[in-house]
C-alpha cells in the first residue's frame, strides 16, 4: 500500500504439504515397504529443508523480500494450530464422522489426498490426472474416493476403500457468519472478480462438513485422545502458518492477527486456492469467537500457460524460478515481464517472442532510452550538455508543453495510486510505464537537441522536468523493479538508500506533479550506463530448445551430456610437468 504506516510481509513453504511424499520415491535406498516409517523424518529434516533453502534462493535472486520466511513445522505452528482447534471443539463447531479413504495394500497405508491420482468425476471434464483433493483442469474440490479409476501416486496401484474415523468442521452451522463476512469484505475489499466468483459458486453448491484430520504421521499432532494417531489436515493448518510465521517474527503478533480495528490482511494466490481462504480459513478463525483479523483484499490470478502447454511443477514443464538465473537476463526483467503478463482476468501465456518484444519493445527502446538520452545529455561537458549538473528552470509552470505533461502525469499518478490500492498490479505497472512513453513524447517535440543552442530556456525546463520524471518513474517502478530503481538513484547520484515516496513528509502529492521541482536545480547526477540489454532472435532460440520439454528431459539430456565428457575425459591424455 501506498500510504500505510506499518507493513508486515509474510511468506512460508508449506511444510506439511502432501506432495512431499512423491519425491522420496526417486530415492532409491529406501525400500517401498517400509517408506511409510521412514518418510517422518526424512521428508521433515531433508526434503523441506532442501526446497526451503531453494526457494528462499531464488526468492532472494528475484530481489523478493518478506519481514519473515518462515515454514509451518515449527513449536508455534504446533501451539497457535491446536489453540484453534481446541476452541473450535469447545465451541461444539466439531463433529465426527466415519469416512472412507483409500488405502495402498502396497504402501501399506492410508494414502494422503496429493498421493493418489484419477479421472475427475465432474460432468464434461474427465482429466485423467486430477489430484485426491482438487482438479487441476476444472478446479473442483475433490474428495479422493470421489475419483473415477485412482492409482497411487508412489507405486501406481488401484487403492481400495477402508472405513476411518475424522473430524469434521461443520460449515453449515457457520454459513450465517461467514456470509455476512463475504458479502462485506467482497465490496469493502475489492477482491478481484475472480476470488468473487470462486467463493460464491462454493457457495452456491451448499457447504458441507469439511474433514480437517488424516490418517498421517507427518504433520500438526492432533490432541484429542481418540485421534492423537492422526493430523490436522494440511488445508486446516497451512492457513494458520500465516499466524505463526508472524508469532516468529514478533512477539506481539496478536497486536497484528487480533486488531481488526487498525490492521488490515491482504493475500496474493492463485486461483485453485480460493476457497481455502475465502471459505476455510474465515470459518475456522470465526468458529473461535476471537476477535481475529480476517482477509479484507484477496488478488487471484488465473493460469500462467508456457508456449504450447501448462506450467506444471509436478510435471516440470515450464521455466522455473531456479532456471532464470541461468540465463543471465536480470532479475528485472523478469519481473517486469511476468507482472506484465499477470493472469488477473484469465489465463495469460509465456512465450518466449513475447518476452523478448517486451525486453527490446518497453524496456529498453521506452524506459532505458528515456532514461539514458536525459542524462546521457546532462553528462556532456558544457557547450554541447550541462557538465552533469541539474539546470536551473525558472518558470516552468507557464512552458505551454511542459504544463500540458504535467497535467497528464498528474492524471497518471492518481490513477496508479487507485490501482495500487486495488491491488491491481498489472494495471498500476502499465500506467508507471506510460509516463516513459509520455517522457520520450514530450524529448521527441520539444527536439531539446535544437533548443540547447537556441533557445536555452526552454531547454533547461526541458530537461530539469525530464530528469525529474526519471526520479518518479523510479519511485513508481520500485515496486515492480527494485533493482532498475536502485541503479536509476546511482546514475542520478542519489543515496542508495533513498526511500522512495510519491508524498512530501506531510503526505502532499504536489511534488510528484511538478516535475521540474523534484530534484534541486545544481545537483551533480552520477555517470549514465546502459539501464536494459537487448535480447537477440539467436538467444530466443536458443532458451526455447534449452527449455523444451520437461524438467526431467533435460536432466536426462544433461545427464547424457556428463557421460559424454566423462568419456571424453578417459580418452584424454593429461602429461604434468615434473619440477
Same mark, same amino acid.
Given at each position: 500500500?501506498?500510504?500505510?504506516?506499518?507493513?508486515? /510481509?509474510?511468506?512460508? %513453504?508449506?511444510?506439511?504439504v502432501?506432495?512431499?511424499? +512423491?519425491?522420496?520415491?526417486?530415492?532409491?535406498?529406501?525400500? /517401498?515397504e517400509?517408506?511409510?516409517?521412514?518418510?517422518?523424518?526424512? @521428508?521433515?529434516?531433508?526434503?523441506?529443508?532442501?526446497y526451503?533453502?531453494?526457494?528462499?534462493?531464488?526468492? &532472494?535472486?528475484?530481489?523478493?523480500?518478506?519481514?519473515?520466511?518462515?515454514?509451518?513445522?515449527?513449536?508455534?505452528? @504446533?501451539?497457535?494450530?491446536?489453540? #484453534?482447534?481446541?476452541?473450535?471443539?469447545?465451541?461444539?463447531?466439531?463433529?465426527?464422522?466415519?469416512?472412507?479413504?483409500?488405502?495402498?495394500?502396497?504402501?501399506?497405508?492410508?494414502?494422503?489426498?496429493? !498421493?493418489?491420482?484419477?479421472?475427475?468425476?465432474? *460432468? $464434461?471434464?474427465?482429466?485423467?490426472?486430477?489430484?485426491?483433493d482438487?482438479?487441476?483442469?476444472? $478446479?473442483?474440490?475433490?474428495?479422493?474416493?470421489?475419483?473415477?479409476?485412482?492409482?497411487?501416486?508412489?507405486?501406481?496401484?488401484?487403492?481400495?476403500?477402508?472405513?476411518?474415523?475424522?473430524?469434521?468442521?461443520? *460449515? +453449515? !452451522?457457520?454459513?450465517?457468519?461467514?456470509?455476512?463476512?463475504?458479502?462485506?469484505?467482497?465490496?469493502?475489499?475489492?477482491?478481484?472478480?475472480?476470488?468473487?466468483?470462486?467463493?460464491?459458486?462454493?457457495?452456491?453448491?451448499?457447504?458441507?462438513?469439511?474433514?480437517?484430520?488424516?490418517?498421517?504421521?507427518?504433520?500438526?499432532?492432533?490432541?484429542?485422545?481418540?485421534?492423537?494417531?492422526?493430523?490436522?489436515?494440511?488445508?486446516?493448518?497451512?492457513?494458520?502458518?500465516?499466524?505463526?510465521?508472524?508469532?516468529?517474527?514478533?512477539?506481539?503478533?496478536?497486536?497484528?492477527?487480533?486488531?481488526?480495528?487498525?490492521?488490515?490482511?491482504?493475500?496474493?494466490? $492463485?486461483?485453485?486456492?480460493?476457497?481455502?481462504?475465502?471459505?476455510?480459513?474465515?470459518?475456522?478463525?470465526?468458529?473461535?469467537?476471537?476477535?481475529?483479523?480476517?482477509?479484507?483484499?484477496?488478488?487471484?490470478?488465473?493460469?500462467?500457460?508456457?508456449?504450447?502447454?501448462?506450467?506444471?511443477?509436478?510435471?516440470?514443464?515450464?521455466?522455473? $524460478? &531456479?532456471?532464470?538465473?541461468?540465463?543471465? #537476463?536480470?532479475?528485472?526483467?523478469?519481473?517486469?515481464? !511476468?507482472?506484465?503478463?499477470?493472469?488477473?482476468? /484469465?489465463?495469460? *501465456?509465456? @512465450?518466449?517472442?513475447?518476452?523478448?518484444?517486451?525486453?527490446?519493445?518497453?524496456?529498453?527502446?521506452?524506459?532505458?532510452?528515456?532514461?539514458?538520452?536525459?542524462?546521457?545529455?546532462?553528462?556532456?561537458?558544457?557547450?554541447?550538455?550541462?557538465?552533469?549538473? #541539474?539546470?536551473?528552470?525558472?518558470?516552468?509552470?507557464?512552458?505551454?508543453?511542459?504544463?500540458?505533461?504535467?497535467?497528464?502525469?498528474?492524471?497518471?499518478?492518481?490513477?496508479? #495510486?487507485?490501482?495500487m490500492?486495488?491491488?491491481?498490479?498489472k494495471?498500476?505497472?502499465?500506467?508507471?510505464? %506510460?509516463? /516513459?512513453?509520455?517522457?520520450?513524447?514530450?524529448?521527441?517535440?520539444?527536439?531539446?537537441?535544437?533548443?540547447?543552442?537556441?533557445?536555452q530556456?526552454?531547454?533547461?525546463?526541458?530537461?530539469?522536468? %525530464?530528469?525529474?520524471?526519471?526520479?518518479?518513474?523510479?519511485?513508481?517502478?520500485? +515496486?515492480?523493479?527494485?533493482?532498475?530503481?536502485l541503479?536509476?538513484?546511482?546514475q542520478?547520484?542519489?543515496?542508495?538508500?533513498?526511500?522512495?515516496?510519491?508524498?512530501?513528509?506531510?503526505?502532499?502529492?504536489?511534488?510528484?506533479?511538478?516535475?521540474?521541482?523534484?530534484?534541486p536545480?545544481?545537483?551533480?547526477?552520477?555517470? +549514465?550506463?546502459l539501464?536494459?540489454?537487448?535480447?537477440?532472435?539467436?538467444?530466443?532460440?536458443?532458451?526455447?530448445?534449452?527449455?523444451?520439454?520437461?524438467?526431467?528431459?533435460?536432466?536426462?539430456?544433461?545427464?547424457?551430456?556428463?557421460?559424454?565428457?566423462?568419456?571424453? *575425459?578417459?580418452?584424454?591424455?593429461?602429461?604434468?610437468?615434473? &619440477?
Amino acid at each position: 500500500m501506498l500510504f500505510c504506516l506499518l507493513l508486515i /510481509s509474510l511468506m512460508s %513453504s508449506d511444510d506439511h504439504v502432501n506432495p512431499v511424499y +512423491p519425491w522420496m520415491k526417486h530415492i532409491s535406498f529406501v525400500a /517401498s515397504e517400509s517408506i511409510h516409517e521412514f518418510l517422518p523424518s526424512l @521428508t521433515c529434516s531433508s526434503g523441506n529443508y532442501r526446497y526451503y533453502a531453494i526457494h528462499k534462493a531464488v526468492y &532472494n535472486w528475484f530481489n523478493i523480500s518478506f519481514d519473515e520466511f518462515g515454514r509451518t513445522s515449527t513449536p508455534q505452528q @504446533t501451539e497457535i494450530c491446536q489453540a #484453534i482447534f481446541k476452541k473450535l471443539l469447545e465451541n461444539n463447531w466439531l463433529s465426527e464422522y466415519t469416512t472412507q479413504q483409500l488405502y495402498c495394500d502396497t504402501c501399506k497405508r492410508f494414502l494422503a489426498d496429493r !498421493l493418489v491420482e484419477g479421472s475427475c468425476p465432474a *460432468l $464434461g471434464c474427465n482429466y485423467d490426472s486430477a489430484r485426491g483433493d482438487q482438479c487441476e483442469k476444472c $478446479g473442483k474440490l475433490l474428495n479422493p474416493t470421489e475419483l473415477k479409476d485412482p492409482r497411487c501416486k508412489v507405486c501406481q496401484a488401484t487403492p481400495k476403500i477402508r472405513d476411518t474415523d475424522h473430524l469434521f468442521l461443520e *460449515l +453449515p !452451522l457457520i454459513k450465517d457468519k461467514l456470509e455476512e463476512y463475504i458479502n462485506k469484505m467482497s465490496v469493502s475489499g475489492s477482491w478481484s472478480q475472480n476470488a468473487i466468483q470462486g467463493t460464491y459458486a462454493w457457495l452456491k453448491d451448499g457447504l458441507k462438513p469439511r474433514c480437517i484430520t488424516r490418517d498421517l504421521k507427518w504433520g500438526v499432532p492432533v490432541p484429542h485422545e481418540k485421534f492423537k494417531d492422526k493430523v490436522f489436515y494440511v488445508w486446516f493448518d497451512a492457513p494458520i502458518g500465516y499466524i505463526s510465521i508472524t508469532s516468529c517474527c514478533t512477539p506481539d503478533w496478536e497486536e497484528w492477527w487480533k486488531n481488526p480495528e487498525n490492521v488490515e490482511l491482504y493475500q496474493f494466490m $492463485g486461483k485453485d486456492n480460493v476457497p481455502f481462504h475465502t471459505v476455510m480459513f474465515p470459518s475456522t478463525l470465526l468458529g473461535t469467537d476471537e476477535n481475529w483479523t480476517l482477509m479484507k483484499t484477496i488478488s487471484v490470478t488465473e493460469y500462467l500457460n508456457y508456449e504450447a502447454g501448462k506450467f506444471s511443477k509436478s510435471k516440470g514443464v515450464g521455466v522455473f $524460478g &531456479n532456471d532464470v538465473k541461468d540465463t543471465n #537476463i536480470p532479475a528485472e526483467v523478469w519481473r517486469y515481464y !511476468l507482472i506484465t503478463n499477470r493472469p488477473e482476468v /484469465s489465463d495469460t *501465456l509465456f @512465450t518466449w517472442e513475447d518476452f523478448q518484444a517486451k525486453l527490446n519493445t518497453e524496456l529498453l527502446n521506452n524506459l532505458g532510452n528515456f532514461v539514458n538520452r536525459v542524462l546521457s545529455f546532462i553528462a556532456k561537458p558544457p557547450g554541447r550538455g550541462y557538465g552533469s549538473i #541539474i539546470p536551473d528552470s525558472p518558470k516552468a509552470d507557464l512552458h505551454p508543453s511542459t504544463k500540458m505533461l504535467a497535467e497528464k502525469i498528474s492524471n497518471h499518478i492518481d490513477q496508479y #495510486i487507485e490501482a495500487m490500492e486495488k491491488v491491481k498490479l498489472k494495471q498500476g505497472l502499465r500506467i508507471g510505464m %506510460s509516463i /516513459s512513453s509520455e517522457g520520450n513524447a514530450y524529448l521527441q517535440e520539444s527536439q531539446f537537441w535544437k533548443l540547447y543552442n537556441e533557445d536555452q530556456g526552454s531547454c533547461s525546463i526541458v530537461i530539469r522536468t %525530464s530528469v525529474g520524471l526519471i526520479y518518479l518513474l523510479a519511485c513508481l517502478l520500485e +515496486p515492480f523493479m527494485p533493482s532498475f530503481s536502485l541503479e536509476v538513484l546511482k546514475q542520478l547520484n542519489l543515496p542508495t538508500e533513498t526511500k522512495f515516496s510519491l508524498s512530501d513528509e506531510n503526505g502532499d502529492l504536489e511534488r510528484a506533479r511538478k516535475p521540474w521541482e523534484i530534484l534541486p536545480a545544481g545537483h551533480r547526477i552520477g555517470m +549514465p550506463s546502459l539501464l536494459f540489454k537487448e535480447l537477440k532472435d539467436e538467444d530466443v532460440r536458443f532458451f526455447r530448445e534449452k527449455f523444451a520439454g520437461s524438467q526431467a528431459d533435460r536432466a536426462v539430456r544433461a545427464e547424457a551430456e556428463a557421460k559424454r565428457l566423462a568419456e571424453h *575425459l578417459k580418452k584424454t591424455k593429461i602429461s604434468v610437468p615434473l &619440477n
